[in-house]
């Protein structure tokens, strides 16, 4: 199975700066198809997960535009250019190229200084 | 507009059999390349996923508890059942369904509210 691994698990942030996760896989989530399929999900407290992000870098819509995917290969990260309060809750990185299983991070909470 | 809602006994007991069903709308079960993954989370945990069901009735269980864990579907009532059994205490969690789009690559689009299940004599 292609192992997930997040970084940092804790995310403090003072409001009004920009935040960064990172997550890397166990091997390329380059599918033969070239598309990469990675994803990003927003699990505020009590909420189930909400998609944020899929394949590296597309917004779902009426996701702010704070938010931006990047990476490739095995690289991968998460910014949030200036947090606001809405943005607490923990994200998680999603991988589903070598699928089934499909598999996620551990999990960043970020929270408010 | 797509929706899936969970639906099962809050609490069971330990060795019992957990049936779930997800209720979907908005999509077919049966529509090419959409299908239906329960994935669950214990309390402060991370996600993990369990089960799925593709459009074509294949089946596909997560290796480590596969012996316990059947997905099947009623594509009339748009319902997918997971039953999983010989429940312990360590299997209390927050059980989803979700909307799995594609067949060559996965990306998980819409999660139901969640059921929280209680394993506990």
């Known amino acids: ?34 598309n990469t399929y990675l994803d990003w999900f927003q699990q505020r407290p009590g909420q189930s997960p909400r998609r944020l992000i899929y394949q590296v870098s597309n917004r779902d819509s009426g996701v702010p535009d704070r938010f931006s995917g990047s ?23 999603m991988q589903g190229t070598h699928w089934p299983p499909i598999t996620f991070g551990q999990g960043t909470r970020l929270e408010i200084k | 507009q797509v929706t899936l809602k969970e639906s099962g006994p809050v609490l069971v007991k330990p060795t019992e059999t957990l049936t779930l069903t997800c209720t979907v709308s908005g999509f077919s079960l049966s529509t090419a390349a959409m299908g239906v993954s329960w994935i669950r989370q214990p309390p402060g945990r991370a996600l993990e996923w369990l089960a799925h069901i593709f459009s074509n009735d294949e089946k596909s269980y ?10 099947s579907r009623d594509t009339f009532k748009s319902q997918v059942v997971l039953t999983m059994t010989n429940m312990d205490p360590i299997d209390t969690a927050t059980y989803y369904c979700a909307r799995v789009a594609g067949t060559v690559g996965a990306t998980v689009d819409y999660w139901g509210q969640g059921a929280l299940v209680t394993v506990s004599s």
Do not use: H, W
């Not at chain 1, 960064?20 to 091997?27: F, H, P, T, V």
């Not at chain 2, 997560?62 to 997905?71: C, V």
């Open chain 1, 71 to 93: 990476g490739s290969g095995t690289d991968f990260t998460l910014k949030i250019s200036r947090v606001e309060a809405e943005d607490v809750g923990v994200y998680y990185c």
């Open chain 2, 62 to 71: 997560n290796t480590s508890l596969q012996d316990r864990l059947t997905i």
């Open chain 1, 1 to 34: 199975d292609t192992v997930m691994t997040q970084s940092p698990l804790s995310l403090p942030v003072t409001l009004g700066q920009p935040a960064s996760i990172s997550c890397r896989s166990s091997q390329s989530l380059v599918y033969p198809d070239g």
